[in-house]
């Protein structure tokens, strides 16, 4: 009983890293997409605010 215990543990933990390894670079570019979408957010407005006063400044 206790042996196959412990080997059912051995082989959960061992699918369990597979899963990890394959998935992190999924994760990480997910993270990347959110980050980026994030950033996207507040930089977008500010180069759009930028871009209408540098019109608006300008000799017509």
Same mark, same amino acid.
């Given at each position: 009983m206790g042996n +196959?215990? +412990?080997?059912?543990? #051995?082989?959960?933990?061992?699918?369990?890293?597979? #899963?990890?390894?394959?998935?992190a670079p999924v994760l990480a570019f997910h993270t +990347?997409?959110?980050?980026?979408?994030?950033?996207?957010?507040?930089v977008l407005p500010v180069i759009i605010i930028v871009t209408s006063v540098v019109h608006q400044s300008l000799p017509e």
């Open positions: +196959n215990f +412990n080997l059912h543990i #051995q082989t959960l933990r061992a699918s369990l890293s597979v #899963q990890v390894v394959r998935f +990347n997409i959110i980050v980026l979408s994030h950033f996207g957010e507040i």
